[in-house]
């Protein structure tokens, strides 16, 4: 039974495409985050939703825009696609906030060539 | 806002031998402070956390941290290593009514056998 899981789990894509990859925690929390994790391993908070409303964007560009149809989901959709997201995305979840330990998804490696 | 920092991008020990990992924190209010640890090829998972309750805190697989505000560090330690444990470890802060987790920028442990 995974707790938080993430498809695809490896995207290859050409610049200026549109991608979505979707994420879904069967933990019953309210609070979902989206994470980017660049090649050096640091990893960088892009959103976070509570009960389908977002809290934060951390100096995302608009060409990434979160989704989120109930409380199990929040997707990730990427318009015109650049080299530099090439990158591991992760989806995390947590019971409330960001003081509470999040359980992380698989990650999901894009790559834009 | 608050931050951590890890000291030793790259840690190698041998098989049985003690393991220490360091992290420093700021932040003007008190802090939760969090160890992850990263398997390659998947999600973070948590190890440990300090929520002001107790300022030794046990984790999974035999990992402990000692909250020193004085010092504002947060290390991580285990006294024997094992070959399982080579791994990529995040230490991490927020505070409460925060909409924010800074992450460390990760220390790569390495077991010799």
């Known amino acids: 039974d995974t707790a938080v899981s993430q498809t695809p789990k490896y995207l290859v894509t050409q610049m200026g495409n549109d991608k979505s990859i979707k994420c879904e925690q069967n933990?019953?929390?309210?609070?979902m985050y989206w994470y980017k994790q660049d090649s050096k391993k640091f990893l960088k908070i892009m959103f976070s939703?509570?009960?389908?409303?977002?809290?934060i964007n951390e100096t995302v560009p608009n060409r990434f825009s979160p989704k989120s149809p109930d409380k199990a989901h929040l997707n990730l959709h990427i318009n015109s696609l650049e080299l530099g997201d090439s990158a591991v995305y992760f989806c995390a979840s947590s019971v409330r906030g960001y003081t509470d330990t999040q359980y992380f998804g698989p990650g999901t490696r894009l790559t834009v060539l | 806002a608050q931050s951590v920092t890890q000291l030793g991008s790259h840690v190698s020990v041998s098989e049985g031998a003690l393991v220490l990992l360091r992290c420093n924190y700021s932040s003007s209010v008190p802090p939760y402070l969090f160890w992850y640890v990263q398997y390659p090829n998947q999600g973070l998972q948590l190890l440990l956390k300090?929520?002001?309750?107790?300022?030794l805190v046990k984790g999974i697989n035999g990992f402990e941290a000692e909250f020193k505000k004085s010092e504002t560090s947060f290390h991580l330690t285990k006294p024997s290593a094992h070959m399982s444990d080579a791994a990529e470890y995040f230490c991490a802060v927020s505070v409460k009514k925060s909409n924010d987790m800074r992450f460390g920028a990760g220390t790569r442990l390495t077991v010799k056998p």
């Open positions: 939703y509570n009960n389908k409303e977002l809290i």
């Open positions: 300090y929520t002001s309750a107790a300022t």
């Open positions: 933990l019953g929390h309210d609070t």
